[in-house]
């Protein structure tokens, strides 16, 4: 399938899956910046390759390789080459254990997670796509609920797990307090110094363990923060200009370059989605 030669992205929300965020997008000179999700992101490439940065390890996926991204996880995406083309769904962790549970009939008695981000498996990418083209082009009901719900519990079947929480140390504990602490002021205009008071640790030394437990620098994840925050706002209907002042943007071409960054979108595709 060649590549095209513009840059194009649909995004659009799966009724039928609790308004599951899905995005099919060509990318050729687009990057991501690095950002997590609080769903998971699930997807693969149709052709092209990207080369993606995930926990910190830089890799090259293609055709049948899969992207199995845990909620929270940060992680980064450029083109390779002449660019690529592919297929995203973002499905919340109470979506994904409900279908599990309805596919095998069992409670599901974990946190689903996915210990390989970027398998590869180009059979599960290929039924992948048909599923995903299932929802786009608007199949039948039947037909794509079908196709989404089997091919879900196939890609946990053979690539997921539940999740292994690792032991706290004291540095651990410390970029965890300056986390929360960015998460409750997003909206704010936080400084480094201030984070760096409820750590206890010296700003350098905060910047570099929180860099190394969250593969980003805490203001990269106040700004993912603020992203995230305004997916809900705009989801809710709210304008663009409202949701930058309320979520701690400069102005609203601050705003729209990191969310797009982030996202692949503008906040005003993202909200007509």
Known sequence: MPLVDVEMARFWRARRFRDMECLSASFLTHEYAPHAHDTFSIGAIESGSQIARVKGKREETGPGDLYLIDPGVVHDGAPGGEGYRYR?????????????EDVSGKVF????????????????????????????????????????????????????????VPLDTME?????????????????DIGLEEVAKVTGLSR????????????????AFLTDKRVREARKLLRAGQAPADVAIQCGFA???????????????TPGQFRAG
């Not at 970027?118 to 609920?145: C, K, N, V, Y």
């Open 251 to 265: 102005d609203q071409a601050h705003f729209t370059r990191h969310f797009k960054a982030r996202t692949g979108v």
């Open 88 to 100: 995203m769904i973002y499905p919340d962790t109470t979506l994904l254990v409900d279908i599990l």
């Open 109 to 164: 008695n974990a946190t689903p997670s996915f210990p390989k981000e970027l398998p590869r498996d180009p059979q599960m990418a290929i039924a992948f796509h048909a599923a995903h083209r299932a929802l786009e082009t608007g199949a039948g009901a039947l037909e794509s609920e079908e196709g989404m719900l089997q091919l879900l519990a196939a890609l946990f079947d053979r690539h997921g797990s539940a999740v292994i």
């Open 204 to 219: 350098a030394h905060l910047i570099r363990a929180f860099r190394k437990e969250y593969h980003i620098t805490p203001h």
């Open 172 to 188: 651990r504990t410390a970029v965890a307090r300056a986390r929360d602490y960015l998460i409750e002021n997003f909206d704010t």
